[in-house]
């Protein structure tokens, strides 16, 4: 009876020690990817302050996301918050902008790499990388045209959420981008190459950066809209009803948060991109 209790105390003392040894693995393995630095590279973009061109960079940042994730003033706070996993917060970014050139802004959201080297975790910079000079630069100025406030600083405290990271589950946005600037501004003249650029703009952070749909399976690939007829296709980026009219989740959260704002020639455009790449 001793002699089993004895083992029992070695067998549970080893486990312990093997679980602290997993965790401070998992931790050391979890710094080094969030510490990992980057070669600071960026390029300036021109940011004019036109009204014209910053109301057009308040329409970009509500489609791009911007405002959903810091907030309608840009005032930043908590992004995400759970027991297990940890805290992200986005920062205020009419403070960031305080206290960044332009140029290190590009660096931050076409490249995912911020001013001391680490990577951007959260950030979908993957999809912005694809944004034009024209467009980032009427964002910037947007940005640039609020009062700066005195809202939150970026904070990642990562608790589990680390195993994923370790595992791959969840990458640094630098180690997802694939693609560079786009190399001219689109427009009403070639109707196919506006919607291409939309849909890597717009809908590349959930439905993959080919829009053939997350990995994980929670986003479908994008030929799923080929059989919707334009006025459907209007309906589901304007209210968030899909064709069939069943009940969507995060899809109709941003369709009337941020879709809302494309303008009517917009939506004509990506429709007919997602009908040409499906082969519809
Ligand atoms: C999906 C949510 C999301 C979207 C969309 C988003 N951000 Fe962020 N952003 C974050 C989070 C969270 C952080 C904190 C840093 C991180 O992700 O690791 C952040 C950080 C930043 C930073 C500061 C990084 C630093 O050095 O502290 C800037 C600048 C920024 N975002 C600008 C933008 C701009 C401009 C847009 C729109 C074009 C945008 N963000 C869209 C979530 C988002
Ligand atoms: C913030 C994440 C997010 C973004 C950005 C996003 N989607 Fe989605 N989308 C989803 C999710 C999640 C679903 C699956 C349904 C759900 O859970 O709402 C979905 C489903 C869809 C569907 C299927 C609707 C049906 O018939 O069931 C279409 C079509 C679609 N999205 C089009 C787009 C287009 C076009 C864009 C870019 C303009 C876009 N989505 C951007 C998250 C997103």
């Known amino acids: 009876m001793g002699r089993s209790l004895g083992v029992l105390r070695i067998g549970l003392l080893g486990l312990t020690g093997l679980l602290v040894f997993a965790a401070l693995a998992f931790y050391i393995q979890s710094e080094r990817i969030l510490n990992r630095q980057y070669e600071v590279a960026a390029a300036s ?39 297990w996993l940890g805290t992200i917060v986005s920062p205020d970014l009419t403070r960031v902008a305080a206290n960044h050139t332009d140029a290190e802004l590009e660096g ?26 024209s467009d980032l630069g009427k964002i910037l100025a947007f940005i640039r045209s609020r009062p700066v406030g005195d809202g939150p600083e970026t904070r990642l405290s990562l608790r589990l959420a680390r195993v994923f990271l370790v595992l791959g589950e969840f990458q640094m946005a630098t180690e997802r981008i694939d693609a560079g600037p786009w190399p001219h501004q689109p427009g009403p003249s070639d109707p196919e190459d506006w919607g291409r650029y939309l849909a890597m703009t717009a809908c590349t952070e959930c439905h993959g950066t080919d829009l053939a749909g997350a990995d994980d ?3 479908p690939d994008l030929a799923i809209a080929a059989p919707y007829s334009l006025e459907e296709f209007q309906t589901l980026m304007r209210t968030g009803v899909p064709k069939g009219g069943h009940e969507l989740d995060l899809m109709a959260e941003v369709a009337r948060g941020r879709f809302v704002h494309f303008t009517n020639e917009e939506v004509t455009a990506l429709h007919g991109y997602l009908r040409a790449r499906a082969g519809a």
């Open 45 to 83: 973009v021109a940011v004019s302050s036109t009204p014209e061109d910053i109301a057009e960079g308040e329409r970009l940042a509500a489609i791009a996301g911007c405002s959903g994730c810091h907030g309608d003033q840009l005032e930043g706070g908590t992004f995400f918050e759970g027991p």
């Open 108 to 133: 931050i959201i076409r490249r995912g790499i911020r001013k001391d080297g680490t990577s951007v975790l959260v950030m979908p910079s993957e999809m912005f990388a694809h944004m034009t000079d």
């Open 217 to 219: 399976g929670t986003t």
